[in-house]
């Protein structure tokens, strides 16, 4: 793990723990999470809300992660049509 995940990490753990939840629950959000992009999205909704359960914080990572899936779908797709576009160009040659 880098340095900038390690600390994005211990501060989505820091916060969650201000929140009034355990550490772990922190940790296995960040790990989950994986990214910079996605930390530093939990990072500043758990800046910027009160959750209200332990399922908030779970359903606001399952959230961020499903968008990060969707766009890592997302760019393949777009990858893919390009190379069969090509293709298609190259058969009319």
């Keep these: 793990m ?8 211990n501060q989505i753990i820091k916060l969650v723990e201000e929140k009034g939840y355990p550490g772990e629950l922190g940790a296995l959000a960040a790990d989950s999470l994986g990214s910079e992009k996605a930390m530093t999205r939990m990072i500043g909704w758990l ?4 959750p209200r359960s ?3 914080i779970a359903d606001e990572m399952l959230a961020i992660c499903e968008d990060r899936d969707n ?3 997302k ?3 777009e990858f893919y049509q390009q190379k069969y576009n090509q293709y298609l160009w190259d058969m009319k040659k």
Excluded at 2 to 9: A, G, K, V, Y
Excluded at 47 to 50: C, I, R, V
Aim: glycine letters at 0%.
């Design 2 to 9: 880098t340095e900038e995940l390690e600390r994005l990490r």
């Design 47 to 50: 800046s910027h809300s009160e």
């Design 54 to 56: 332990a399922e908030d």
């Design 71 to 73: 766009w890592r779908k």
């Design 75 to 77: 760019k393949e797709a």
